[in-house]
């Protein structure tokens, strides 16, 4: 793992999700195998594949403060394009630093991650106004998402984190995105840890790559998505959980 530590020009970024977007990171150290984000790369300096550097943006909360002041207020995604809670944070601390700093100006954040080591600024997320919680789960079954995703943490550490945040008045979701094998499985488990659940099918950008990668080239797999997430939708309607299929 390359890891460098640079000054960046902009931390807060206009976004197509939400009104912007936060990335502490350049790189990320999951590097699951589905990633839409591998094509960050082109624009960094780096030779190594994705999933083996990271840039960590050590001036991001000083640059955020500024930029609060120069932007209208609106709701920030952390993270669009990295993991703001990957490894390397519980060492660097970046994400946390700009919670700090959006705590102290009340903007509405939306966090999205697969680390349990959100649970380590829950007293800082308890504080901002208009925050949300969500952990990216894709399927019930640890054996398959130790295939497309090694190097993350397990589905079961990712829900017990959403149940604690939930169960501190944190409004949380799950975003079940890509639908993986076994995704159906999940509603039971995450009934009573969160608000609302996303549902997302694979990113054909690198969906090919994928496919070849694991033999599953056949294009029927777009039917799998759908009846999946038909799935899942019922499931939750069953569950009293608000559910949006987003593909």
């Known amino acids: ?51 083996e550097f990271v840039d960590v943006k050590m001036n991001a909360a000083d640059l955020l403060q500024a930029e609060l002041y120069r ?13 703001p809670y990957q490894p390397l944070e519980a060492r660097f601390g970046v994400t946390g630093k ?54 993350a943490p397990s589905i079961r550490e990712r829900i017990e984190a959403l149940d604690q945040l939930h169960g501190s008045g944190i409004r949380t979701f799950a975003m079940i995105a890509p639908v993986l094998p076994g995704a159906g499985l999940l509603i039971h488990d995450l009934k009573g840890k969160v608000d609302y659940i996303l549902v997302d099918r694979m990113n054909y950008n690198y969906g090919d790559w994928v496919y070849r990668k694991f033999g599953m080239m056949d294009k029927r797999t777009d039917d799998f998505f759908i009846n999946t997430g038909r799935e899942i939708a019922g499931e939750c309607m069953k569950a009293g959980i608000d559910c949006q299929l987003v593909f």
């Open 98 to 151: 700009c919670l700090e700093v959006l705590a102290r100006n009340s903007w509405p954040v939306t966090i999205q991650t697969r680390s349990p080591l959100v649970l380590r600024d829950i007293d800082i997320i308890r504080i901002i106004a208009g925050i949300e919680v969500g952990l990216s789960v894709t399927t019930a079954e640890d054996e398959v998402r130790k295939l497309f995703e090694p190097l």
């Open 1 to 51: 793992m390359v890891v460098r530590e640079i000054r960046s020009k902009t931390i807060l970024s206009p976004s197509k999700i939400y009104d912007y977007v936060i990335n502490p990171y350049v790189g990320c150290q999951h590097g699951c195998h589905y990633c839409y984000a591998r094509y960050m790369k082109k624009f960094s300096s780096h030779s190594e594949p994705w999933g």
């Open 71 to 83: 932007n209208k207020p609106g709701r920030i995604w952390i993270s669009g394009v990295c993991d």
